[in-house]
C-alpha cells in the first residue's frame, strides 16, 4: 500500500459530518478533528458553538450550526431531516450528546430518568434511524458512531439512569450494525475512559474520587478530547470498512485491569 492510498483511506475530504453536543469536550475535538480530516461539520446542539464554528472555517471546511434539544424525542427526528437539507448528504453521524445525573438510588426520580435516558439513548436512536435511512436511500457508505462509556459494560456509583442508557447503546449499535452492514453502512461505539471535560467535573473537584480513578488508569491521566477524537476519525473513515459492531475502549487500560 502506498503512502497516497493510505492518506486517502483516512481522508473525509468532500464527506459532511453531524456531531452533536460539538460545543464543548469531547464532541468539540470529534468535530475538530473530523474537519481536519477534511469533512465539512454540522454541529447541532442546544446553544451556539462559535469556537467550534471557528476552529472548523479556520481549517478551511464548512461549519454549519443546528439547534437542538435532544431531550425532545420528535427534535432529534426533525434534526435528521434539516441535517440531509443542508448539503443534500450526511456521511458521518457522531451522536455524542449525553448528560449524566448523580443520585443515590433511592433518591432517583423519574424526571432524572426520563430526562437522562432521553437524550442519551431514546435521542441517539431516533436519530440515527432517520440519518441511516438517508444514507441507504442515497447510496452512502455511511458511518454512525456512538459516544458510549465504560458504563455501557460497567455499573457505575450513583447513575443508575446513564449505566442503563450506555448499556443500551452498545447493543442498539450492534443491532443497527448487523441491520445496515449490507448497505456498506458501518454502526460503533466508542467507550471512552475519564475525560477531562464537563461532564466529569463533579469527579475531578472531589480529590478523594480523583486519586482512586487515577490509582486505577494504567496509562496515569485522564484523559483528553484529543484521545477520542483520533479513534472516531478511524471510525468515520474509508479505513474501517470491515469494522462494524464494536464498543471501543478509549480508556488508559481502565477495563484491561
Ligand atoms: P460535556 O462537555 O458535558 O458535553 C456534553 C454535550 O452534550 C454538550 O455539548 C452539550 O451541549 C450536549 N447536550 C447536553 N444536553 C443536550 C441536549 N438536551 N440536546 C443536545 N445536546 C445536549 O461532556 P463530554 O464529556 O464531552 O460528553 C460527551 C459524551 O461523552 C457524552 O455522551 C458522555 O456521556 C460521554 N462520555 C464522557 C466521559 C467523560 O469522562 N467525560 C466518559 C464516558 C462517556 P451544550 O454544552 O451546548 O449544552
Redesign the pocket.
Known amino acids: 500500500m502506498g503512502v497516497a492510498s493510505l492518506a486517502d483511506l483516512f481522508s473525509l475530504s468532500g464527506k459532511v459530518a453531524l456531531v ?8 468539540r475535538g470529534c468535530a475538530e478533528a473530523l474537519a481536519a480530516a477534511g469533512a465539512d461539520i454540522l454541529g ?4 451556539p ?1 462559535p469556537e467550534t464554528e471557528a476552529a472548523v472555517t479556520g481549517m478551511g471546511r464548512r461549519f454549519t450550526y443546528l439547534p ?4 425532545d424525542r420528535a427534535a432529534a427526528r426533525r434534526l435528521a431531516t434539516e441535517a440531509v437539507a443542508v448539503h443534500g448528504r450526511v456521511d458521518v453521524l457522531v451522536n ?5 445525573r448523580r443520585a443515590d438510588l433511592s433518591d432517583y426520580t423519574d424526571e432524572d430518568w426520563d430526562a437522562v435516558t432521553t ?2 439513548l431514546d435521542s441517539l436512536f431516533v436519530l440515527s434511524q432517520g440519518i441511516a435511512t438517508h444514507m441507504r436511500e442515497a447510496g452512502i457508505a455511511g458511518r454512525i458512531v456512538n ?4 458504563l455501557a459494560v460497567q455499573g457505575g456509583i450513583r447513575v443508575v439512569a ?1 449505566t442503563a442508557a ?1 448499556h443500551a447503546v452498545a447493543g442498539v449499535t450492534k443491532a443497527m450494525a448487523n441491520e445496515l452492514a449490507p448497505h456498506g453502512i458501518t454502526v460503533n461505539a466508542i ?5 477531562d ?4 467535573a463533579a469527579l475531578r473537584a472531589d480529590p478523594a474520587r480523583t486519586r482512586q480513578i487515577m490509582d486505577r488508569v494504567p496509562v496515569g491521566r485522564w ?1 483528553l ?1 484529543s484521545d477520542l477524537a483520533t479513534a472516531v476519525v478511524f471510525l468515520a473513515a474509508p479505513a474501517s470498512g470491515f469494522v462494524t459492531g464494536v464498543l471501543l475502549p478509549v480508556d488508559g487500560g481502565w477495563l484491561a485491569r
Do not use: F, H, W
Open positions: 452533536t453536543g460539538a460545543r464543548t469536550g469531547l464532541g447541532a446542539g442546544p446553544r458553538m437542538v434539544d435532544l431531550a455524542n450528546s449525553g448528560i449524566i437524550v442519551n459516544i458510549a462509556s465504560l446513564y450506555k467507550a471512552p475512559g475519564y475525560m471535560t464537563d461532564n466529569t484523559g478530547p
